[in-house]
Structure formats: C-alpha cells, structure tokens
C-alpha cells in the first residue's frame, strides 16, 4: 500500500508521533507518580459523596423504603431511573471495546480501557438500587435459582426482572473479564518498569505471568476476537432486557414494540455522553491530549449524533403511532406527557435528548472540547430525565382516575442518586491511579513510530507493518 | 538434543518478521517470540497453526444454550409447573433471553479459563524467560540451539538485523 | 498494486466496448422481464386483488434493497472505510431500481382500493378507528406521502453517485500533479449523512404508510424498523450475488475472498440482528397479548405458520453456516446462502402483507410470474446504471486500499 496516498485519507491517531517506549513511558506515568492536588480533590470529593450514599442507604434499609416518595401508584420513580440509566452509560464502553473493534476502528484503543472501566462501574452502581429498592437487600439470593427446602421453589424463569438478573449479572461478569483480558499485557508493562519490590510483587500477580510470548499474543487475539463478537449481541441484549421490564407490560408509555432497539441506542447515546464527560475532563488532567485527539473526541461526537438521532426518531414513531393507533389510553398519555404535571421534565429531556445534540453536526462545535462538555452534560441529565419520564408519567396517571396520585423524590433518594455518583466517581479515580488508562499494547500497535525516534508515517496511520515492503 | 535458547533482539517488528521467516524456512527450531504488542503476520512467520479457540467457544455456547433451556424447561414444566398470565409451561420466547445470558456467559468465562490454562498464566505465575524490554519495545526471537550450532545461529540473527544476541538456558 | 495501473486496466476495458455483466442472466432477464409484464396483464384481468397485493410486495422488497444498498454505501462512506471501494459502483447502481420501482409503486396506486380497507369510504363509514386514522390514511395525502418519499429516494441516491463520481474525478487530477485536499472524501461524508437521515425518515414512513396500512387496525411501533432490518440483510445477500455473478463474468476481477470474508460477516450480523427485532416484536406482543395486537400473529397461524418456521430457519438459523472462517471465504457457499437470504427476505416481506387480505397463502403463477418480472426489471435496471461507468472506480482515493484488502 502507498503510505503517502494512505496518509491523505486518514488521519493520524496521534499529535506527535510517539516512539514505543515513550508512549510506554506517557501512559505509565501517572501510575508511578504521586497523585496531583487536583487528583485529590476530585477522589475526596467523590468519597463525601459516596459516604453521604452509604449513610443515606443504611437510614433507607433500616427503616424501610418508606422513606422514599413511592406511593402505591408510582410503586418504581426514582430508583429505577438511576437503575436504567447507570446501566445505560455502561454501554458505551462495550460499544467501543467490542462493537467498534470489530468495525477496525483504529482509534478506539485511546479510549478504550477507560471506557470499559466506566461500563464496570456504571454496571455496579446500577445493581444497587433493585437491590435496595427490594427492602430486604440481605435476601437478595432469592434472585437466583439455588435448591432450597421450600419446595424446591424455584424462581419464575418467565419473569422479564428475572431475566435482568442474568443479563446484568452476565454483563457485568463478561465485561470485567473483558477489560481484564485487555489489561493482562499492560499490567506486566508496569510490572517490568516496578523499581521498588512490593510494586513488582503486586503487578506480577496481577499480570498472570506475561511474558509477551508470541505464541500467547496469537492465541490472545483469537480470544480478544471471539470476545468481542461474545460482547457485541451481549451488549444490545442487556437493554434489550431492560427494555423488556416495562414493555412486556400493558402500561401505555411502556408496552411499546420499539422499546428494545430504541433502549439500546439511548444507551449508547447516554453511555458516549459520559465517556465524553470524563475523556474531556482525564485528557487534561492526566495529559493524554496527544493520544485522546481532538479527533477523537469528533469521532465520539458523531457517534452521540447518530444515536441522539435514532432517539430522536423514535421519540416521532412513539408520538406518532400514539395517535395513530385510536387508542384513548396511548393518545391520553402522549398528551399527558406534554401537557400533564411532568410536562417541563418532557420538554427538558426533548430539548436535553434531540435539540442540543444537533450542535454536533458543526465541525467546529466536535472539536472544542468546552462546548462539547457542556452538551455532554446536557445529554447526561436528559437521558436520566428520559428513563423518568417513561417510568412516573405512564405510573402516576394510571387506568383508574381515582388512583391517580403525584411524585416526588425526598431527600433520602436524591441523596442515594448522589452516592452513586461518589461510587462511580471514586472508583474512576481509583482506577486512574493504579491502571494504565489508556490500552499501551494497542496504541503502540496502531501509533508507535519505529524505535530510535526516526519518524516513519506509514506506521503511524496503519498497524499492518510488513505490507510497507510491498511495491 | 536442544541446551539452550538465543535470544536475539530486534529494533523492529519488521526485522523480527522476517527474521523469524528466515529462521523457519531454513529449518531452525522456533522456541517463540517476544513482543510489546501482537505484531500483524506473526502466526504466519512463526508457522504457528490458528487458534482453535474459536471452537472451544462454540461448544462452550452450546453447553450454555443446553444448560439453560433444559434447566428453564424442566423447572417450567416439571419440577415446579406455574400458570403465569395463562401461557403454556413450557413457553418457549420466554425462556430466551436467559438462554442467550448462559450461552453467552459459558462461552465467554470458559474460553478465558481455557486460554489461560492453554497459555499457563495464572495470578502469581511467573514470566518463563523474564526479558528486558519485551514489554516495552523490543521484538525477541527465540530460537533453539545447542551446543555445535550455537555460533552459526548467532550469525544468523546478527546478519538479519538482531540489536542484542545472548544465550539463555531454557527454562 | 498502485491505481494508475489500474485505471489503465479499466480504459483498455472499455475501449474493447465490453460490456459488463452481459451474457446468458442479462437475456434470462429480459425473458423474465416479458413473462412478468405478460402474467402481472393477465392476473390483473382475472384476479385484481391478487396481482396488486403480489406487485406491492415484490415492489416494496426490492425498493427496500435498492435503498438499502445505497445506505450500505453511504454508511462507509460516512465512516470513510475503504475495504469497499471495489463493491461501491456495484451497490450504488442497485439504486437504479429507484425509478422503475417508483412508477410500479405510484402505478399501484391505481389498486389502492383493492389492497387497503381505508382506501374504501363504504369500510371506513362503518368503522370508528378507521375515521380517526382517515385524517392520515387518504388516498390524496397516501398519494402526496408516496411521492415525496420516492423523490428523496432518488434525488438523495443520485445526490451521493454524483458526490463519488466528483470526488473521483478530482482524485485522477491529482495524480497529474495537482495537491491532494487534506480530506478528498468532505462532500462524500457530507451527502451521505444527509442520505442517511432523510431516507431512514423516509423509510420508516413508506413502511408504514404501504405495508403497516394494510391492516390498519393493528400497530406495532418496531414496524417500520423491523422491515428496515429484513431489506437491509436482503440488500446484502443481493450485493454478493451480483459481485459474484460479475467476478464469474470476468468483469470484476478485483473481487477476492477477502471482501467476501467480510461480506459474510455482515450477512451474518444483520441476519441476527433482524431475528432480534423480528424477536422484538414477537416476544412483546405475544407476551401482553393485548387483542388488538396478537390480532396481527392469530392472523399469521394456521395454514401461515408453516411459512412463518422457514422463515426462521432461513433467515435465522442457516446463517449460521457462515461462522466458520472458511465458510465465508468460499464462494459457492455464499451464493447458496445469499441466494436463500434472498429468497428467506422476500418471504418475510410476504409475510408482512400477504395474510391481511387472505385466508390462505396466494402463492401461484400470479405471485411466482410477478416475483421474476420486478427481479428482471431489478437486475436489468442495476445492469443499466452499473454501464454508465467503469465497474470499479479507478479514481476511488481508498481504491489501493480495497485491492490489498486482507482479512486476517
């Protein structure tokens, strides 16, 4: 291939290019440094919140879910918005390990490895709140169907929060195995650079023994393969799944047959928003802007477009086929959404979910990365607005007029809302301290410029060497 | 009878190719490589035969989908059969999304513990040949030698390139 | 392998005048173009309602492949992937379907009165929702609707042939010397995300509007997106045939397993991915069996359910004969999966308007007749646009790239 012609097309993945041990020596660098002054704000800030949760959680288990503002009308509000929407934001690191990889898209290992953290801690933050929200947490393992003397009574195999159960629980052990995988050569990269002992000890048991053998490298990208074709129907099943907890339900607002492919593209929308939010905010602290690009953040961008438009246009067949059908409760709902008590949660989710991204479509908006934090955040609270709109508004206004009633969240379930945040945020700044950030393996495969510094562009753009030689 | 390994470091990943396809071509046993990131045509130099993993990943799939669908079945059917919302116990669309969670499940954890097992990394194993740089950015080719051929085949890789030539015993 | 040999390849091709993919399927065609004309005449003589259904249905499935190709295209372009730029001109000219699809669509309007109840005041007099949706469901607004969405179809396929032909174009004057543009591919990127979001729109309203309106009493709001996703993996089988079918002919010699290899990887994603949504919509339905809704599958049980299990096992099951590594790198085993694809994708279209308007499957000369003239027309249409230039682009910036396309 002609490496000049090659260039013209495509970009760089980097600014400058970078020889193999720099940029071992650039993304290992905040691993073996002290943490900075804002490093530690950010995780003691972080930590206030997620023990503000933890105390807020203990007063809600020990004296019951009472305190929060459910009502025998609005039986799910608050906690199953946080549920939904943190598992949403998961998806976009499955997105841009699995779906991404197997679409060659070179530029995704800048991101990956901390976009898949996110998947994991999103994933945890989200399994706390239906264990929570059962009221007797500590019998949670009657979820699983385990051989019990009651019976044996097993759970019921054809119940859609079942099936959540086993794709939460499956997403969040496939991802964490995943990310591992990813991480194995990067942790023995660490290991090799330890200077003192107990670091070394560490990082060797944590990196399994890599030794770089070719023979493993071959076999590891067979198995990254095989798990990111696994991961890739895994991802779209999982809110698929969740999508299925309001759907198979006669609720109008919820039982809609386009609710599994709309569900996922909302949670890659939300899940892309996120990883922007904390790309933009990680490129700067740690220094990573060389290899987290503006286009990179442009290529997220228009992936935020797309989905933000596939939302869109979902949020038209729902309104549409409301009055289309004739049916009085759909059309009641649709109304009540824009006109009802909720009506200014509606109208900030549309604005948040379909106005806002339209900035996207500007070039000069996808690579200035202050204008795209704050449409990031934007999209972040009309997402989380979004799941509450679908969840209260088709609730609190149900078949029965006379049991209609109103909703509000009390301190105890905003406050656990917030702990969330702490956990999710104090385990990204764990993981910024103690892992490469960044997948080194993978970078160096598609940016390392050959050893002595010599520039060479056709590695930079290509991670084929060896087609170099042909004519 | 094999004694000892030469190890011989690359600058390049493109040396390391076509030094280890000359290796292979002129017959010298291959004992393995040593590279920072999964170099592009390595299986192919090396002759090492594809992974069979894939096919380990398809029989794990399997055992998930059989697993799940006759675990669901016999608990839906017979073990505890429950009218719900006037379906037929053995419902079959709602056994589905499990059954897609297990396959997947088995399929991916399985073919992990397999790799690891057929690689030998385990938590706390240790590096076979513990080399400088090969997690950084050399590109290490490790051939068999002994005791008559150790200095042709030093020659060798010197000739192709090699930055660094050491012997090694084998582990 | 650089492009300037390349295009002189293509300049000798065509100056020995031969033209690309003739031969015994382009006579077979226009035969087949004949028996259709001549049996869509008579079945419209003897049996209207018959003929329309079976028109709209062939119609509306090759439409959809036509468009979906066309998304195919621009769905890379957007994300400049260059593996594709030997199959670009090949899909691209599927659009050519457009415009023969497009009088045979607003020519069935002539049969609107036979294929949708709303379109007959006397049914729509007697029936409360049917006047509700009449605002909508008209014949005048049907008309306008039809219209419209046919004329994005084609303005926004030509719009993008011309934005890759410029492009081209200005890639042959850079190799004379002039500078390259930092991104050649600019106004490419740019047609096709508006191509993108004006025929998704659009599709899902023709869905809606000629296939959902069948039944007008039954709603499903993955609908629309569920026939997307059959049109789209059908679209795929139909690329791969006809790339073969050419590479065979001698006329696309470009054509490796490699591109196949890939092909067959989306042959096989979208072929799940449409078991999903069929899933979707299945699943949910049966699973609330609300009346009005589990109305739409009762209707598909009986003597339809037979054709409802090949259809899974078509669509569904036998793709996954393409897993294996080997299996999508051969190419007589992509022909017999794609053409079942095909085959597997006009059934499900079938399905999705056929059993509102009778009680037993209609599958006779009429439906086999009008099936080979629309796919006749179809190919020959392709064959029509495929002509007016080089099967394989020779200023395509990504060209080299596609040539040394190597699946590992």
Redesign the interface.
């Known amino acids: 291939m002609n490496p000049s012609a090659t260039q013209a097309l495509r970009p760089p993945l980097v600014d400058t290019p970078r ?3 720099q940029i ?1 020596d650039d993304i290992c660098r905040p691993v073996e440094a002290m943490p900075t002054a804002s490093w530690y704000v950010g995780f003691f800030a972080s930590v206030t919140a997620l023990c503000i949760g933890a105390v807020l959680v203990t007063h809600e288990i020990a004296t019951g879910i009472g305190t929060w503002g459910l009502n025998s009308t609005v039986g799910w509000a608050w906690d199953i918005t946080n549920f939904v929407f943190w598992v949403g934001i998961g998806h976009a690191g499955t997105l841009i390990s699995a779906i991404l990889f197997l679409f060659r898209q070179k530029w995704r290992t800048a991101v990956n490895r901390s976009a898949e953290a996110m998947t994991i801690f999103a994933v945890m933050c989200a399994g706390i709140f239906p264990l929570i929200h059962m009221g007797r947490p500590w019998l949670a393992f009657w979820m699983f ?1 385990y051989p019990n003397t009651r ?4 759970i ?5 929060l ?2 959540d159960v ?2 939460i629980s ?1 997403y969040l ?2 991802s964490a ?2 990310w591992y ?1 990813g991480l ?2 990067d942790l ?2 660490v ?3 330890a200077r003192n002992r107990v670091r070394k000890f560490i990082y ?3 990196s ?16 990254y393969l ?2 990111a074709g ?2 890739t ?2 991802v779209v ?1 999982v809110h ?2 969740v999508s ?1 907890d309001f759907a198979t339900a006669l609720v109008p607002g919820w039982h809609s047959t386009i609710f599994p492919p709309y569900f996922v593209a909302g949670a890659i929308f939300s899940g892309f928003a996120m990883v922007l939010t904390l790309m933009i905010i990680a490129r700067r602290v740690m220094r990573f802007e060389n290899y987290v690009t503006l286009r990179h953040l442009d290529a997220m961008c228009k992936i935020t477009l797309v989905t933000s438009l596939i939302v869109a246009l979902a949020y038209a067949h729902e309104a549409f086929f409301a009055w289309y059908s004739g049916n009085n409760y759909e059309s009641f709902l649709a109304i009540n959404r824009m006109r009802g008590p909720f009506a200014p949660e509606y109208l900030v989710m549309v604005t948040c979910n379909v106005l806002i991204p339209q900035l996207l479509w500007s070039k000069r908006v996808r690579t200035s990365p202050l204008i795209i934090f704050f449409i990031s955040i934007a999209i972040n609270i009309g997402m989380w607005l979004e799941r509450f709109v679908i969840i209260v508004i088709s609730l609190h206004r149900d078949f029965l007029p006379s049991s209609w009633a109103d909703y509000s969240p009390t301190y105890v379930e905003v406050g656990t809302l917030l702990g969330s945040f702490g956990l999710f945020f104090t385990c990204f700044f764990l993981f910024c301290r103690v892992l490469p950030m960044i997948a080194i ?2 970078v ?2 598609v940016a ?1 410029t ?3 510094g010599e520039v060479a562009s056709a590695t930079i753009i290509d ?4 087609e ?2 042909k004519p | 009878m094999t004694h000892k390994l030469c190890i011989a470091s690359f ?4 040396d390391l ?1 076509s030094a280890t396809r000359a290796a292979r071509e002129s017959g010298r046993k291959i004992y ?12 192919e130099a ?1 002759g ?1 035969a ?2 069979r ?2 096919v380990v ?2 029989m794990l ?1 399997s055992l998930g989908v059989a697993t799940a669908l006759g ?2 079945l016999w ?2 059917t017979r ?2 059969p ?1 009218n ?4 037929p116990f053995d ?1 079959l ?6 059954t ?3 396959m ?2 088995f ?3 399985g ?2 513990i397999v ?2 097992i ?14 400088e740089g ?4 050399r590109f ?1 080719l490790a051939l068999e030698t002994n005791a008559d051929d150790a200095e042709e085949i030093a020659g060798f890789v010197r000739d192709r390139g090699a930055a660094e030539v050491r012997e090694v015993d084998l582990p | 392998m650089n492009s300037s040999s390349h295009s002189t390849k293509s300049t000798e091709a065509s100056a020995a005048s031969h033209k690309p993919g003739s031969g015994a399927l382009e006579r077979l065609a226009w035969a087949g173009a004949i028996v259709g004309g001549v049996s869509l005449a008579a079945a419209l003589a003897s049996d209207p309602h018959r003929a329309w259904s079976a028109l709209l249905v062939h119609n509306f499935y090759f439409l959809s492949i036509a468009l979906m190709a066309v998304a195919f295209i621009a769905a890379h372009a957007m994300v400049r992937a260059g593996w594709l730029a030997v199959l670009r001109r090949v899909a691209e000219s599927m659009a050519g379907y457009l415009i023969p699809g497009a009088v045979l669509m607003i020519a069935s309007l002539a049969g609107a009165r036979s294929l949708y109840i709303w379109a007959d005041p006397e049914i729509v007099a007697a029936d409360v929702l049917l006047i509700h949706k009449s605002a909508y469901l008209n014949l005048p607004a049907f008309a306008v609707r039809m219209i419209v969405i046919l004329l994005v179809w084609i303005g926004f396929a030509r719009a993008l042939a011309a934005a890759h032909r410029a492009r081209d174009a200005a890639q042959d004057r850079d190799e004379k010397g002039v500078a390259a543009p930092w991104d050649p591919s600019h106004r490419v990127v740019r047609v096709s995300a508006a191509f993108l979001v004006a025929c998704i729109a659009t599709y899902c309203l023709a869905a809606a509007d000629w296939m959902l309106s069948l039944e007008p009493h039954w709603v499903s709001t993955l609908f629309p997106w569920y026939a997307m996703s059959s049109g789209f993996a059908a679209a795929l089988a139909v690329l791969t045939l006809l790339a073969i079918a050419l590479r065979r002919r001698g006329d696309l010699p470009e054509l490796r397993p490699d591109h196949l290899h890939d092909l067959g990887k989306y042959l096989f994603a979208f072929s799940i991915f449409w078991a999903y949504l069929f ?1 979707s919509q ?2 949910l339905i ?2 609330a ?1 609300i009346p009005e809704e589990s109305a739409y599958f009762d209707l598909r049980g009986g003597p339809w359910f037979t054709l409802y299990a090949i259809n899974l096992a078509i669509n569904f099951a036998l793709p996954f004969a393409l ?3 080997a299996m999508k790198r051969r190419e007589g085993l992509m022909i017999f999966i794609s053409l079942a694809i095909v085959l597997g994708h006009w059934l499900d279209f079938y399905l999705m308007a056929m059993p509102s308007g009778f009680d037993t499957p209609p599958l006779g000369w009429i439906e086999i007749g009008t099936g080979i003239g629309v796919a006749s027309i179809f190919y020959l249409a392709w064959l029509r646009a495929l002509r007016r230039e080089a099967v394989v682009s020779a200023g395509d910036p990504y060209l080299a790239e596609s040539l040394e396309h190597h699946v ?1």
Not at chain 1, 151 to 154: A, E, F, R, V
Not at chain 1, 463 to 466: D, I, R
Not at chain 2, 84 to 87: A, D, Q
């Open positions: 020889t193999a041990s071992t169907p019976g044996p009574l097993w019921n195999f054809r119940s859609p079942v099936w086993f794709a499956t052990t496939v195995c995943f995988i194995l050569p023995a990269t290991r090799d650079r060797g048991i944590m399994f023994g890599w030794d770089g053998s070719g023979r493993t490298w071959i076999r590891y990208e067979m198995l095989l798990l696994l991961a129907p895994l099943s698929t799944v299925f393996a993978e160096k495969s390392a050959p050893g002595s991670a084929t060497p060896g170099g030689e | 600058d390049s990943p493109e190719l393995d490589t040593y590279v920072p990131w999964p170099v592009h045509g390595l299986e090396m090492v594809r992974s993993l894939g990943c398809f799939g675990f669901q608990v839906s073990s505890w429950l719900i919302g006037g379906k419902a669309p709602a056994l589905i999304p499990i897609f969670e297990l997947v499940l399929a991916a954890v073919t992990i790799f690891f057929r690689s030998r990394l385990w938590p706390g194993a240790q590096p076979g040949i513990a080399l090969a997690t950084n950015d290490i | 899933y299945f699943m049966w699973y069996n897993v294996p590594r590992g």
